[in-house]
């Protein structure tokens, strides 16, 4: 009678949950196989093949490394777009981790209007899309507008010289002055590159336990050393998170050179010679991110460990 029972009861009730599981997800899965795995095949495919489009079809015929290596040696365009965006994401992305977790320590304060200003660095994130980036950044090729220049310039290099020399800082190296005008002509990009990474860094913060805080003020721990000892190990983590999340987001930036390379070569029905660009651009991103979070890994604290 227990065996009959068994098998009239059907499947087990973790079992009927996975099966729910698949279903809620069922919809996602067939439009990543549909939608992204299948072109993203496609385009390794095109990478390594020569593209003609003709009235009805797309003719492919394999040509080996052909693409890349034009792509590389004889693109006027494609390997100083790359090197430029890879040293500009290499400074930049440093600056927007600070600039986002010094935020965040400030926002996590007790302060009237905090919910005010919590909002205003979020702000970006709801309408950061290409065309209103541009206006406001005062792209004046797309867009044709001059407002958005004069905000987004309005640190200038001698107003960040005559800051430093009201602070009493001189005799700073010619590289120094080169980066520190860098981030001033690029400080609304920073910003506004900085909304995500804020929330996470104020979820981290506001994970950390409040037995946590009262020992430390029961020790007798200032700021700084509060900081370095308890804050900073709690967001570890979400710095690499975070470091993942502005790289990539970088990369994929509208004001991006290189994706604005990739387009403009697809536009002319180069798509081999397009999807080759993007597939090194793809495997740039790749092990930049790699090797920093390879090498990061082993100084992130855990608080379960």
Do not use: C
Request: glycine share 8%.
């Amino acid at each position: 009678m227990k065996k009959s029972e068994k098998k009239k009861t059907g499947l087990s009730y973790s079992k009927k949950k996975s099966l729910y599981g698949y279903g809620f997800i069922s919809l996602w899965l067939v439009g990543t196989i549909l939608f992204f795995l299948i072109p993203l095949f496609e385009s390794l495919v095109y990478s390594f093949s020569k593209v003609t489009v003709e009235p009805g079809e797309v003719k492919k015929s394999l040509s080996g490394f052909g693409n890349y290596i034009y792509v590389l040696n004889e693109d006027p365009y494609y390997s100083e777009y790359l090197s430029d965006t890879l040293l500009e994401t290499l400074w930049k992305t440093p600056v927007i981790l600070i600039f986002s977790l010094f935020i965040a320590v400030l926002l996590n304060q007790k302060f009237k209007g905090r919910t005010l200003a919590r909002a205003v660095f979020f702000l970006p994130v709801i309408i950061a899309t290409g065309p209103v980036f541009r206006i406001i950044s005062g792209d004046m090729e797309r867009t044709g507008s001059t407002g958005g220049e004069n905000f987004s310039t309005m640190f200038s290099t001698n107003l960040i010289g005559e800051l430093m020399e009201f602070l009493g800082i001189y005799g700073l190296s010619d590289k120094m002055n080169v980066y520190i005008s860098a981030i001033a002509d690029n400080i609304f990009g920073i910003v506004w590159s900085s909304g995500i990474q804020i929330i996470l860094f104020l979820a981290a913060l506001q994970n950390i336990p409040s037995s946590v805080k009262e020992a430390a003020e029961i020790e007798g721990a200032t700021a700084w050393e509060y900081f370095w000892k308890i804050t900073f190990p709690y967001v570890s983590p979400f710095i690499l998170a975070n470091f993942v999340f502005t790289v990539i987001d970088s990369f994929m930036s509208p004001m991006n050179k290189v994706m604005g390379r990739i387009l403009d070569i697809k536009k002319e029905w180069m798509f081999g010679e397009a999807s080759a660009m993007a597939w090194i651009y793809f495997a740039v991103v790749l092990a930049a991110v790699g090797t920093v979070a390879f090498a990061v890994r082993r100084h992130i604290f855990y608080e379960t460990e």
